[in-house]
């Protein structure tokens, strides 16, 4: 599962309002980020939506040289923080009840043609969004969405199966129909972060190991990345902890192709601006 590798891997970031934040972002960082993760929640007034799909965002992380990664969220956002409407359940999407949301968001993610990566409902193994813990929902609803952008021949999107670290029970939600197609990047989310969601502050190879050694051996010929990682600013020195977690990366964690910063002050402060990244 190791080895040392030379490969130099490529970072990106979540960043609120990019068309704000991106190149003071990347300024203080000293260098451009490789892949611009942002969130996109499905639509309720989606039918009167000309452009339900993040056109502008996309055009403007292309325009960066970056890739947009895209997390997909089957839910309507409100302005409660956390707080999201299930008014689309994983069954009614799977029956084909939006398939016409989904035809359009998938013609308008075909017209960018530069490579879009993609994530339908991420950290379905978590308890915390309505679409988790629901195994065979999730299945069918994830495989119905994929048949749909492949009938369309959107061949620009690659798919992201994000998972959170725990709990190790990825397979179970994971298309076995879709094993063939190498195409699909398998994410892993992770954070530390002292109290925050009852974590305690814990080194990197802690927090990604026996997930690394997962994906690993489950999905070995696909690419791997980490699709969601911040290190809050509270219970230990967040620059020694971003060091230790560089040099874990290069030794034993070699697989790991990218990873994506979460930069926002939220549940902890995140950002990672003030920061030396050792890349």
Same mark, same amino acid.
């Given at each position: ?5 030379? !490969? ?17 972002? /990347? &300024? ?33 992380? @292309? ?18 923080? +956390?707080?999201? @409407? +299930? ?16 035809? !359009? ?6 017209k960018i043609k530069k490579e879009? *990566? ?8 978590g308890q915390w969004y309505h679409?988790?813990? !629901? ?20 061949? +620009? ?18 298309? /076995? ?5 190498? &195409? ?10 002292? =109290?925050? *969601? =009852? ?6 190879? /802690? #927090?990604?190991? &026996? ?11 696909? /690419?791997? @990345?980490?699709?969601?990682? =911040? ?15 560089? #040099? ?16 926002? +002050?939220?549940?902890?402060? *995140? ?5 030396r990244i050792p890349l």
């Amino acid at each position: 599962m190791g080895g040392r590798s030379n !490969k130099r891997i490529s970072f990106g970031a979540f960043t609120p309002n990019p068309e704000i934040t991106l190149k003071p972002l /990347q &300024k203080k960082l000293g260098f451009p980020l490789s892949i611009i993760l942002i969130f996109s929640p499905w639509k309720k007034d989606w039918k009167r939506d000309m452009d339900p799909f993040p056109s502008r965002s996309c055009r403007l992380i @292309i325009k960066n040289k970056s890739t947009p990664f895209i997390k997909w969220e089957p839910a309507t956002w409100t302005n409660v923080p +956390n707080r999201m @409407i +299930n008014d689309f359940p994983l069954d009614k999407i799977a029956e084909g009840l939006f398939d016409k949301y989904i035809e !359009k968001w998938a013609v308008e993610a075909k017209k960018i043609k530069k490579e879009i *990566w993609l994530s339908f409902g991420h950290e379905m193994n978590g308890q915390w969004y309505h679409w988790a813990k !629901k195994r065979e929902q999730y299945k069918k609803t994830f495989l119905h969405i994929y048949n749909v952008f492949k009938r369309l021949n959107v061949s +620009n999107v690659r798919w992201v199966f994000c998972v959170n670290n725990y709990p190790l029970d990825y397979m179970s939600y994971f298309p /076995q129909v879709l094993r063939k197609d190498k &195409k699909i990047i398998i994410g892993l989310d992770g954070y530390n972060a002292e =109290g925050v *969601w =009852g974590l305690r502050w814990k080194p990197f190879k /802690q #927090i990604f190991d &026996k997930p690394y050694k997962y994906v690993s051996r489950n999905f070995m010929d696909h /690419q791997l @990345i980490i699709a969601e990682m =911040g290190c809050g600013e509270i219970g230990g020195d967040k620059q020694l902890w971003i060091n230790d977690a560089f #040099i874990s990366l290069k030794k034993k964690f070699n697989k790991i192709s990218a990873l994506i910063w979460f930069n926002i +002050n939220k549940e902890a402060d *995140w950002r990672i601006g003030n920061f030396r990244i050792p890349l």
